[in-house]
């Protein structure tokens, strides 16, 4: 087996891991903890400063994600051209090339509007009605993507795997 291949699916697990681990602890810890009437005075702040520390790091690790899963088409035989070809959007590697695009899409648009229109708005207006529509919103985008990313990760290992 070719070590490239393997460390490109080393460093593409990698990057799913953290991604999705972040993803994971941002929804289920962060959010609801910041949900406390104690810490509600804080939660704007510390939301958006991890939000935006989470932003980069989750980035660099949605390029390693799409990076080395090019990579790991290409060892497994795949080319460009290969995505011409009906076929290959019919199957389980269609469908997660399709999650991964829905990811990235979702994490464009909460990142780069959802996320800092709510972050700005809860320094601003916290209370007002717009507010929290803004934080829901994103607060929705954040679950799904978290599903999409678990998706993607069992259709990854229906790829590798198939299907009991």
Known sequence: MNILYLICVWLHILAVTVWLGGTLFLVLVLVPLMRRPGLQNQAATLIHEVGLRFRRVGWICLIVI????????????????SLSDGAIWLGVLGLKLLVVILIVLVSLVHDFWAGPRASALMETRPAAPETRRSRRLA?????????????????????????P
């Open 66 to 81: 799409v990076s080395t899963g090019v990579g790991n088409l290409y060892f497994r035989g795949y080319r460009f051209s």
């Open 139 to 163: 607060s929705w985008m954040g679950r799904l993507n978290l599903l999409l990313g678990l998706a993607a990760v069992a259709l990854g290992v229906i790829l590798v795997r198939g299907l």
